[in-house]
């Protein structure tokens, strides 16, 4: 099957290997119906973080082709959506809410897609504990909803938790610091839940154009000091109730820290890189701080819901779609600020 | 009257100072029935912030003895409880339960007991915003109930607060770091507010003994690594709901971060200093982070209300009691661990 190869920073290739298997009797195997590229494969791409050879990819939705014994809740021939976390479903932490520190899958070395196995930019992908972590479509999706689904799989589901972690509700302002597809998967969760004003700090003209329709209300061009100085204009000086981080850079930290009222919230999903906080600050603003890998899964039946239901359509976030084998062509264009986010067909 | 003064790191004296008057309408100035040590005071006492004949103080209980013309809810002869942080009990952060951040205090240059005006261990003392900040009791109260309202007054409200960030409730496991006044009233706080296992992490005998009276469950003597592996036995390998961090330092920071359980919270109270936090490492546990200067004034009516029905006793944290002129001797217990709280008596 063709697979994605991170061989070195820089460096993609796309390759046969080998057809993944069960290893577990908790395992799914699935055919790919599309992968994408995420922000995150940005970082070892640009040497920020190690990589040597890797089977590159954690975004998926398929159809299940083959299932362990002991799976009892899809079935091959069924179209799931899953997450890059793997969960169990049952252990304290997944029951807490937190699906995305599986304590079963860690211990299993299958805390996240591709540890022990393949990465989903390929045709087919094993995913563990595949009863906790996939969760099955209400129908087989529609052209059009491939992307809205594959969405939904980590950029949607990321970002929708940024800003629940946000305290994104009624009557609430949310600013989003970061207008790649998290940012503004985070600005479609902000308006589902029912945040007054959305604020997208973004400086493009096409993602500020989507973040409008996806329910952005505001626009700050500016970044550090002089964007904090507008959010600040139009919070009454007072600041954002919540703020969605999703850089992961100590820039963007800095300014979701800056925007955010006193006693607000800070919903941090960028993948941080060398960026760290003094508490001495975080006493002094007295905001709530909670980030880390997305409990997508959580989320995930919802989301299904909603795009199939028509309320919602990440899918745009795709802004140029390839196949697998110019993967190589879309991590350029990602790279390179040319595309937003980069579907891949197989 | 006699004022507590620190001239220089190390040195403090008591001497005669002018007495505090109306500097607004919306002053009132009280005669304190009693005053105390805070552990945070060590800080400048031992160089570890600068210092420079301070007059010392921020915890109150008394009378009031004069009120400006638009003070509206005390009156003289009223015995009040009041807070560090001074609140207007309007603004936004204030109606948003965060009366320790509170707009206008801040901008009137007020944000704090003793910004404009003398601390408090002294035998009379002004206080801003007195609608906002100060809390009526139900009755003059006895000689027994006073070391119970001074506590209620920081280092009680400030433990509860954390006990509040760190959700302590129903079935939840509660670990406390610090053993000091703050962290034995984190414990009032999480057994009030129902947590089934309450961890406190001290290796001193009478601190332990006082904690288990006040509603700990388990004691934890070790530190850094073998206390969070300590930790980690008592909550079956997943660590607790919810940590206390009543010290500050970075070592503290860092033995809360591992006793915590992913998706946990963490309360944090202990005035930082040269502390941070890697975002990395807070994006991998995923943990909810909250901290600053405890919003006492919203917790003071619960606080008074159970000490008046003698359902708590956190007065107990005073271990010693001196007269107002021998404070430098308070100051000596408190350095050098002698003494976990120290009352002063006007």
Same mark, same amino acid.
């Given at each position: 099957?063709?697979?994605?190869?991170?061989?070195?920073?820089?460096?993609?290739?796309?390759?046969?290997?080998?057809?993944?298997?069960?290893?577990?009797?908790?395992?799914?195997?699935?055919?790919?119906?599309?992968?994408?590229?995420?922000?995150?494969?940005?970082?070892?791409?640009?040497?920020?973080?190690?990589?040597?050879?890797?089977?590159?990819?954690?975004?998926?939705?398929?159809?299940?082709?083959?299932?362990?014994?002991?799976?009892?809740?899809?079935?091959?021939?069924?179209?799931?959506?899953?997450?890059?976390?793997?969960?169990?479903?049952?252990?304290?932490?997944?029951?807490?809410?937190?699906?995305?520190?599986?304590?079963?899958?860690?211990?299993?070395?299958?805390?996240?897609?591709?540890?022990?196995?393949?990465?989903?930019?390929?045709?087919?992908?094993?995913?563990?504990?595949?009863?906790?972590?996939?969760?099955?479509?209400?129908?087989?999706?529609?052209?059009?909803?491939?992307?809205?689904?594959?969405?939904?799989?980590?950029?949607?589901?990321?970002?929708?938790?940024?800003?629940?972690?946000?305290?994104?509700?009624?009557?609430?302002? $949310? #600013?989003? &610091?970061?207008?790649?597809?998290? =940012?503004? %998967? !985070?600005?479609?969760?902000?308006?589902?839940? @029912?945040?007054?004003?959305?604020?997208?700090?973004?400086?493009?003209?096409?993602?500020?154009?989507?973040?409008?329709?996806?329910?952005?209300?505001?626009?700050?061009?500016?970044?550090?000091?002089?964007? $904090? #100085?507008? &959010?600040?204009?139009?919070?009454? =000086?007072? %600041? !954002?109730?919540?703020?969605?981080?999703?850089? @992961?850079?100590?820039?963007?930290?800095?300014?979701?820290?800056?925007?955010?009222?006193?006693?607000?919230?800070?919903?941090?999903?960028?993948?941080?890189?060398?960026?760290?906080?003094?508490?001495?600050?975080?006493?002094?603003?007295?905001?709530?701080?909670? =980030?880390?890998? !997305?409990?997508?899964?959580?989320?995930?039946?919802?989301?299904?819901?909603?795009?199939?239901?028509?309320?919602?359509?990440?899918?745009?976030?795709?802004?140029?779609?390839?196949?697998?084998?110019?993967?190589?062509?879309?991590?350029?264009?990602?790279?390179?600020?040319?595309?937003?986010?980069?579907?891949?067909?197989?």
């Amino acid at each position: 099957m063709r697979s994605v190869i991170m061989e070195e920073p820089g460096k993609v290739v796309v390759e046969d290997r080998p057809m993944p298997t069960l290893l577990e009797p908790t395992d799914a195997v699935i055919k790919l119906a599309a992968s994408c590229i995420c922000g995150s494969d940005l970082w070892p791409y640009r040497g920020a973080q190690p990589v040597d050879h890797q089977q590159m990819g954690h975004e998926y939705i398929g159809e299940v082709i083959e299932v362990g014994d002991d799976v009892k809740t899809v079935k091959p021939g069924d179209f799931v959506v899953g997450s890059f976390c793997i969960s169990c479903g049952e252990c304290a932490t997944c029951q807490d809410g937190y699906p995305s520190r599986c304590l079963k899958a860690i211990a299993a070395g299958d805390g996240f897609i591709g540890m022990r196995s393949n990465g989903t930019q390929a045709e087919y992908a094993r995913i563990p504990f595949a009863d906790g972590t996939l969760v099955k479509t209400p129908a087989y999706p529609t052209a059009e909803q491939i992307p809205h689904l594959m969405a939904a799989s980590d950029v949607l589901g990321t970002g929708w938790y940024a800003a629940d972690a946000a305290k994104a509700g009624p009557g609430k302002t $949310i #600013a989003v &610091v970061g207008d790649g597809a998290v =940012g503004l %998967g !985070a600005v479609i969760g902000a308006k589902q839940l @029912g945040a007054e004003k959305i604020i997208i700090m973004s400086r493009n003209p096409e993602r500020q154009a989507l973040a409008k329709q996806f329910g952005a209300t505001h626009v700050v061009e500016e970044r550090g000091e002089e964007g $904090i #100085a507008k &959010v600040l204009e139009l919070t009454d =000086g007072v %600041g !954002a109730h919540g703020v969605v981080e999703a850089v @992961g850079t100590q820039q963007a930290f800095d300014q979701a820290l800056g925007c955010v009222r006193h006693g607000g919230y800070i919903g941090f999903v960028g993948v941080p890189h060398d960026s760290s906080i003094g508490t001495d600050v975080l006493f002094g603003k007295q905001v709530h701080l909670e =980030g880390g890998p !997305a409990p997508v899964r959580k989320y995930l039946p919802t989301l299904i819901d909603l795009i199939y239901k028509g309320e919602i359509e990440p899918g745009k976030v795709f802004d140029l779609v390839l196949p697998i084998d110019e993967a190589p062509k879309g991590y350029e264009a990602m790279d390179q600020r040319t595309a937003t986010k980069v579907l891949l067909t197989m």
